[in-house]
């Protein structure tokens, strides 16, 4: 269905509108038709401008000549097509000019891009949007990239590593021993060796405790190394830190899928997730004698989203696992949210959510998507993969890749089970609030989430990764947070309350797509998205009416 065929049912002025919308069609007209000169002149002269630090690959004479023929044959097909958009749908929207001719361009790319020409809608893709900012290299995730071989280490490193070796068969010599492990440690991080033998070395000499958080640490900040990784699940095992142990491997084999020992840790993920779940059946069966024993009430949910849960209920919830509690919860937040029914939009938002979860490698979980009318950028995710989408991160965003990015990145929260790491610290009643936005009632401050800005970091890119897969824009999500972070610049978006400043995560996404080569050349589909967001749109505007206080008059 093209956007000049679609009509959005609002309430129209007491001015004459019929005149101001013959006004804005031949506006958009000529509008349209000069825009396509402009491109054809462009795209003839070849002054296309460099972008960002990926090189648009070099194009034959012939091969040349060719997709400028095709751009220019897809730009004509398409303003015939869409010589303009609804004026309705401009009203609605509120849009600039600018946006309007973005709009047109990126329509021609995704037409190409569709149709197999991909390097003609490349073209276009990096004519409309705009260059990166972040300058230099950062490897993300990581402060440097590890290495294991001391030749590799720099002077001071090198010598820390002697000094050790030095000392290391006289262990009277405390102190000789541990001193250079820490400062090589401490200086150079990226030497995997050196954080393994002074995580070993603190134990042996009884420090425990610090040791752990030694392992801890660079385990955080090297999570995909395998060697490393191993010590550190060890050492959950010893604290009998199950659960731990079982997400650090899984979350190993979604980042890694394609490792060679990606089988081994999934085995290892699976084990330690059985021993968890041995370790909640003996507490079960303490809870049940307890509660007998005490004439504990079970569980009741009553009007209260969380509703009390005894501690046996508590610890059966978690037993199920995941699906479970996401489950239990999702059935009640949908008796009581304001969700949109609207068909054509739940479609288009399942749609985008499964693609996302059929490359995530969590396919033990029931994905549901749900969309709340509320008109904030703001989204959460329940464990296993209940997931919840305010409609207004379908109205603020510009493209089908940035609504798909969010979408990823609440996928992956569910699949790196970061909401089940926060629900177990404590219990689900406990903890439950710093999953779901709508304890304190609902309204626009939604977000109390509390996952870590390692989660965070954790879920951007795993989240930009699964759209790059599904051969979106792989900046998409990066595009939603440049909207963000000018919504903040005049007040803090909910979506932000505990989430890393969308400038920092701006500049690490970069960071990500430009180091690993991802295509934010890809599809960006703006004309469903846009049809969407004027539904979407429609449907806020009615909440609001709805919601407007009635004046009686008195007779």
């Known amino acids: 269905m093209s956007l000049k065929n679609h009509k959005f049912k609002i309430n129209k002025k007491k001015f004459n509108y019929r005149s101001k919308k013959i006004i804005i069609k031949a506006t958009l007209v000529i509008s349209t038709s000069i825009l396509l000169i402009l491109t054809s002149i462009s795209i003839t002269s070849g002054k296309l401008q460099a972008q960002d630090q990926i090189p648009l690959e070099n194009i034959s004479n012939n091969h040349g000549k060719q997709t400028e023929e095709i751009i220019k044959e897809t730009s004509k097909k398409t303003t015939e097509n869409n010589s303009y958009i609804d004026p309705e749908m401009i009203e609605l929207l509120d849009l600039k000019p600018e946006e309007i001719a973005d709009y047109q361009q990126l329509l021609i790319a995704d037409g190409l891009y569709r149709e197999g020409n991909k390097k003609a809608a490349e073209k276009i893709y990096r004519q409309v949007k705009p260059s990166f900012q972040t300058k230099g290299y950062r490897e993300v995730g990581l402060k440097q990239i590890p290495i294991y071989n001391p030749s590799q280490l720099e002077p001071d490193g090198a010598v820390y590593w002697r000094l050790y070796q030095e000392a290391k068969d006289n262990k009277k010599l405390k102190s000789k021993i541990l001193a250079p492990l820490e400062l090589l440690v401490e200086n150079h991080p990226q030497f995997i060796p050196g954080q393994i033998k002074y995580a070993e070395v603190l134990k042996f000499y009884g420090e425990n405790e610090k040791a752990f958080k030694v392992l801890t640490a660079a385990a955080e900040k090297y999570p995909n190394e395998p060697e490393l990784l191993r010590v550190k699940i060890e050492a959950d095992r010893e604290q009998e830190q199950w659960l731990q142990a079982s997400l650090s491997a899984r979350r190993f084999v ?30 079960l069966t303490e809870n049940a004698i307890l509660n007998v024993i005490t004439g504990g009430v079970g569980f009741a949910l009553t009007g209260n989203i969380l509703g009390p849960l005894s501690a046996a209920e508590t610890t059966f919830l978690l037993l199920q696992g995941e699906s479970a509690i996401g489950d239990r919860f999702a059935r009640r937040l949908t008796q009581v949210l304001p969700l949109v029914e609207d068909e054509e939009v739940l479609q288009y938002v399942r749609e985008m959510g499964q693609e996302m979860a059929e490359v995530a490698g969590r396919d033990e979980f029931n994905y549901e998507f749900y969309v709340i009318k509320d008109e904030n950028i703001n989204a959460f995710a329940l464990p296993g993969g209940k997931i919840f989408i305010n409609a207004g991160a379908i109205s603020k965003t510009n493209s089908k890749a940035e609504i798909a990015g969010l979408m990823a990145h609440e996928v992956s929260h569910a699949v790196l089970s970061h909401g089940f790491q926060l629900v177990t610290q404590g219990g689900v009643t406990a903890n439950l609030g710093r999953l779901v936005p709508f304890v304190g009632g609902i309204g626009s401050n939604l977000l109390v989430l509390d996952y870590s800005r390692e989660m965070e970091e954790e879920a951007d890119i795993f989240g930009t990764r699964l759209l790059a897969a599904n051969n979106y824009a792989a900046d998409g999500l990066r595009n939603l947070m440049v909207i963000l972070d000018e919504e903040n610049r005049e007040a803090p978006p909910a979506w932000l309350s505990t989430h890393p400043e969308p400038e920092s995560r701006v500049e690490y996404m970069e960071s990500l797509i430009t180091n690993n080569n991802l295509n934010r050349y890809s599809y960006e589909g703006v004309e469903k998205h846009w049809q969407m967001r004027a539904k979407v749109k429609e449907i806020l505007n009615e909440k609001k009416e709805e919601e407007k206080p009635q004046l009686r008059i008195r007779r």
């Open 254 to 283: 979604l980042f890694n899928p394609n490792h060679p020992q990606a089988p081994e840790f999934k085995q290892i993920a699976d084990e330690n997730l059985e021993e968890y779940k041995d370790e909640l059946r003996g507490k």
